[in-house]
Nanobody
Framework: QVQLVESGGGLVQAGGSLRLSCTAS????????MGWYRQAPGKQRELVALITNSGSTTYADFVKGRFTISTGTAKNTVDLLMNSLEPEDTAVYYC???????????????WGAGTLVTVSS
């Protein structure tokens, strides 16, 4: 069973910074990509940033230049450094591991439970 655990959410003032971290655990042979998504109240879940196992990154237009995604020092870990936070960034942030190979026939995607980020004005 693969589990994703996120940490680092919380309350911050506008202009401040937060670092989110996510670790995937379990029997994992490989992960194609890991990323962060967010969902604000009343809105659909949207991509924030992702990084592939080759190091390629993708960012949503609304976070370019402010957020940085990177692989953590521990295996199967991804971090999201969020700078210059705005009240519009308030949302539950979810970690996703895509294309997780566990030895089964098909690779699968997994989601974390989410961590709340609140940016006050």
């Amino acid at each position: 069973q693969v589990q994703l655990v996120e940490s680092g959410g919380g309350l911050v003032q506008a202009g401040g910074s937060l670092r989110l971290s996510c670790t995937a655990s379990g029997v994992i042979f490989s992960i194609r990509a890991m990323g962060w998504y967010r969902q604000a109240p009343g809105k659909q879940r949207e991509l924030v940033a992702l990084i592939t196992n080759s190091g390629s990154t993708t960012y949503a237009d609304f976070v370019k230049g402010r957020f940085t995604i990177s692989t953590g020092t521990a295996k199967n870990t991804v971090d999201l450094l969020m700078n210059s936070l705005e009240p519009e960034d308030t949302a539950v942030y979810y970690c996703k591991a895509a294309g997780v190979s566990t030895g089964r026939i098909y690779a699968m995607d997994y989601w974390g439970a989410g961590t709340l980020v609140t940016v006050s004005s």
